[in-house]
């Protein structure tokens, strides 16, 4: 088992990595509850040993199950049963069902503890840590939500066996934006390049995942709440934001899942550092060889505009009304603000985008 300590503001949780670690949940429960609300999704099937007195919750599958309604009808579920202030919320699922039940137990009675079970791969390395939880509204995803740190997270990589391929696919998209962020871990620019490559020489799913969730603990510890050094794991996602959302008003949020969306985002993010002159060809094609390695398409889907994907990233909660964007350059990956729409622009129709 690796672990990988996680330290916040109010205080400090671990994160247990490896085959059969779900056997240790229950040691990681917040003393002093005495039931405990299982949230998860129908089809997961991960059996816990939680020694406590527990019900399921199930959430409805996909973007659809992370809205108020669901966050309203599980607290009322929980009200019902009699969970109090005392007591926890399992998160047992992917990304959906932490956002949610990571939701629900920060605003259930001003709130309460909660413990994530992450199954899926994008869970285990990105959305389960960290503490961001939240809903989606009609006007774009994750823009109700509050920041409330797990008590512990469990990555069972035994749990990854039953993941659809999609998942999969989604999950290694996450992975492969890691692969760019090794300055979070403080490493020199000697170490970043070897550690940049080792990336690409086959490492087991497990070395993957603690690579992932170090360079979490490394943006999270530095800084809990949304600013400039966590900003940096949303590399890629202002334009894969952008993609969500507007699937997302278009009541079609399957084309793209988080992590497709976040590959291509990549490769968006490459090219426009590329036309800033912040990165070079090379470094651009080296972009292109993580996200083949990792099986991932980089191409925006056909038949959008890119004024209308503009449009949805200046909503993007890392712009103070201006487009900002996480870019490669020549001090690593860093924030950028301003960037000059018409650059935006032209990157997106160089990717296929109409004007
Ligand atoms: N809070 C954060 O920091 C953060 C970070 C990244 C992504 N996210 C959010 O995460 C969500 C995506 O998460 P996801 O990719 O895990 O998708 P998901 O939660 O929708 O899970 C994908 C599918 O796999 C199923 N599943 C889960 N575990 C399984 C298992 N072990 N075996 C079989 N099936 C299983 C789920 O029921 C679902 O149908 C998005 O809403 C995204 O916005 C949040």
Redesign the pocket.
């Known amino acids: 088992m690796r672990v990988v300590t996680i330290r916040t503001v109010g205080g400090e949780y671990e994160v247990h990595i490896g085959p059969g670690v779900r056997r240790s949940t229950r040691t990681l429960l917040p003393a002093g509850a005495r039931r405990a609300a299982v949230v998860t999704?129908?089809?997961?099937?991960?059996d816990l040993d939680i020694d406590l007195e527990s019900r399921t919750f199930l959430l409805p599958?996909?973007?659809a199950a992370?809205s108020m309604v669901c966050v309203e009808e599980l607290c009322s579920g929980f009200a019902e049963w009699g969970l109090g202030r005392s007591d926890v919320v399992v998160a047992v699922?992917?990304?959906?069902?932490?956002?949610v039940a990571?939701f629900a137990a920060a605003v259930y009675m001003r709130g309460v503890a909660y413990l994530n079970v992450a199954?899926?791969?994008?869970?285990q390395v990105?959305?389960a840590?960290?503490g961001?939880?939240?809903v989606n509204l009609a006007e774009g995803?994750?823009l109700v939500g509050a920041f409330w740190q797990p008590t512990a997270v469990v990555c069972d990589t035994d749990?990854?066996?039953?993941?659809?391929p999609r998942?999969w696919t989604?999950?290694r998209g996450?992975v492969a934006k890691c692969v760019f962020l090794g300055g979070l871990l403080g490493l020199s620019r000697d170490e970043l390049a070897d550690y940049e490559r080792s990336w690409l020489t086959g490492l087991s799913v497990e070395e993957q995942i603690f690579r992932c969730v170090s360079v979490k603990a490394a943006a999270v510890s530095s800084d809990e709440r949304e600013s400039d050094v966590r900003a940096l794991l949303n590399y890629g996602h202002t334009l894969a934001h952008a993609l969500?959302g507007l699937f997302l008003v278009r009541d079609d949020a399957d084309v793209l899942?988080?992590?497709e969306a976040v590959a291509i985002g990549l490769m968006f993010a490459a090219r426009l550092a590329h036309r800033l002159g912040r990165i070079d060809a090379e470094r651009v094609e080296f972009h292109r060889e993580v996200l083949e390695h990792f099986a991932l398409a980089s191409e925006i889907p056909s038949g959008l505009r890119a004024a209308e994907l503009v449009s949805f990233m200046r909503r993007d909660k890392k712009a103070r009304h201006d487009l900002t964007f996480v870019l490669d350059g020549p001090r690593g990956v860093e924030l950028v603000r301003a960037v000059p729409e018409s650059e935006v622009l032209a990157t997106l129709a160089d990717m296929g985008c109409s004007r």
């Open positions: 999704q129908e089809g997961i099937g991960i599958q996909g973007e992370k699922g992917g990304g959906v069902v932490s956002d990571g199954t899926t791969l994008l869970a990105d959305a840590i960290g961001k939880t939240g995803k994750n749990a990854l066996s039953t993941l659809p998942a989604s999950g996450e969500e899942h988080h992590g």
